[in-house]
């Protein structure tokens, strides 16, 4: 291929720039091995570029649940989102790829990171975000909200589980914020007191979008720290459960034919590291 014959990057449209920074970031993905059959279909048809990855004969689908900040010359902002997506690389790239199992795979061993993530469904609950992320990286992305506990420096030391309730939201009429509704689309519970983790180098991870003019497209997310992942056995297993409350829509309807009841494979984790602490005051001496 000549330089005159080599794609030219994608737009960046205004108002927005990269790379994106994040200020905070908490984050977990549980991935699920899986029947390839129901995975190769449906990325045939999101992502015809794409095939889906296979360990030891099976698919990985990966739901990610992300709480993040940012912060902008004018302030800052708060958003949650979570992705269902498959473990996929391109087509024309299988021959670059090595030889993995899954759990090499969830250590970072692929180096190529032409393994990464093809987004079926992206649910957010910011209408910037979901600006951003369809114009700038053809993500299929829309509006959600979400009910969320997770493992807290400012809560119980106890406390090691991860519960993300997904519920249903529209945008406003127009256009510029996010209506709620009472609809739980699905949750997601992972109990890890206990569980032995080990710290891996798995970023950057690549989100794959397909834009319908231009076609498939790869956008890199670096995390600056090793992630903790959770390999679970079968009874390691038990402690996640994903329920799909509304298996009619089209979200619940996707989970149920990629992952069913299979049990989770592996979890991830990530929370961003305090940068102060306020501390407990003290009384002085003396009168009021």
Request: charged share 15%; proline share 10%; net charge negative.
């Amino acid at each position: 291929m000549t330089p005159d014959q080599r794609p030219s990057l994608p737009p960046v449209p205004a108002p927005y720039q990269l790379p994106f920074h994040y200020g905070a970031l908490h984050n977990i993905g549980v991935d699920y091995l899986v029947d390839p059959e129901p995975a190769a279909e449906l990325l045939a048809e999101r992502h015809p570029g794409l095939v889906a990855a296979e360990f030891d004969g099976r698919a990985c689908v990966s739901l990610n649940y992300q709480l993040y900040f940012a912060q902008y010359p004018n302030g800052g902002g708060i958003t949650q989102e979570v992705e269902v997506n498959i473990i996929a690389h391109p087509a024309a790239e299988a021959h670059r790829l090595p030889a993995l199992d899954y759990h090499q795979y969830a250590r970072g061993v692929d180096q190529t990171k032409l393994l990464g993530i093809a987004r079926i469904h992206v649910l957010c609950d910011n209408p910037l975000a979901i600006d951003a992320g369809r114009r700038l990286y053809a993500e299929p992305k829309y509006p959600g909200w979400f009910e969320a506990t997770m493992p807290s420096l400012n809560g119980p030391a106890e406390q090691q589980s991860w519960s993300i309730a997904c519920k249903g939201a529209r945008f406003t009429p127009d256009g510029t914020g996010i209506e709620r509704d009472d609809r739980t689309l699905f949750s997601l519970h992972a109990d890890l007191a206990g569980l032995a983790a080990e710290p891996v180098n798995n970023t950057p991870i690549t989100g794959y979008g397909t834009d319908p003019e231009a076609g498939l497209l790869a956008g890199p997310m670096n995390v600056y720290h090793p992630y903790r992942y959770h390999g679970l056995d079968a009874a390691s297993a038990a402690r996640v459960r994903l329920d799909v409350t509304d298996p009619v829509g089209e979200v619940g309807r996707h989970l149920g034919q990629l992952v069913g009841a299979a049990p989770a494979s592996g979890v991830w984790t990530y929370q961003s590291a305090p940068v102060a602490a306020h501390n407990r005051p003290y009384y002085l001496p003396g009168k009021a």
